[in-house]
């Protein structure tokens, strides 16, 4: 193999020519017998997931269960001891490192908001748009008309239009949240990871959350970990309930509400 074609499989730099996921089959991301041990104990136990393209999954399970974990695998932050990670037919995560697969198109949302608190809300999306080009060169380089009108899409997206020229240290939390959401989206992942969005958030800015979310998912993949049950009522269109490192439960908020399995798990905690 040359060794553009490797970089190609690493899905690294080249980012005229992004590494796309094959979804052909309608599949964007496939989990098969993940298992991760932590000194013999198992925090993912022969796990099985696969998400549609297109789709908005809510995970839910009590804590411990695994979801973060979870998530680490699928991001390259922790290297499962067995089962396979693909994105699409053909990318395998396995093989690639934390940057590759965020190039590839995986974006990652943690709870805790890490915006740039003394620059605005438009330059906050400039420098999420640079990805790991220098933030100065981005900041002092005139934006082409495209990248511009990329911007303010995604300021419409996020619902923070009238906000640009704040500081972005200044917005509310549930603003701040929003806006790391539009710095995800200015690199157009295919499939986008967020961990407990509505933590912390008023019950004004949940809705505006759960409507954000709806709206992300369609042209692209959009994964949601949870614990406010309300909230995963009011968007999900199909919950997996994760327990022990395995799939305990999937289908509609209601049947997992409805499953046994599920109300002795979450009686339990
Ligand atoms: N780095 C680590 N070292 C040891 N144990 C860990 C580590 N990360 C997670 N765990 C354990 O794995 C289990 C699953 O954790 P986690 O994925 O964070 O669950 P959840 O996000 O569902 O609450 C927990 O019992 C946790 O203590
Ligand atoms: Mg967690």
Redesign the pocket.
Known sequence: MTARLIDRALGRGIRSQPLKPDVSHNIILYLEDITVS??G?R?LNALNLYIEAGELRCII?P????????MDVITGKTRPDAGSAWFGQTIDLLAMREPAIAEAGIGRKFQKPTVFGSHTVFENLELAMAGDKSPWKILFAKLSGEQLGRIEQVLETIGLTHERDRDAGSLSHGQKQWLEIGMLLMQDPQLLLVDEPVAGMTPQETERTAELLVSLAGQRSVVV?EHDMDFVRSIARKVTV?HE?SVLAEGSIDQVQNDQKVVEVYLGE
């Open positions: 932590f000194d104990f925090a399970g804590n411990g269960a695994g979801k973060t974990t979870m970990v994760l490192g």
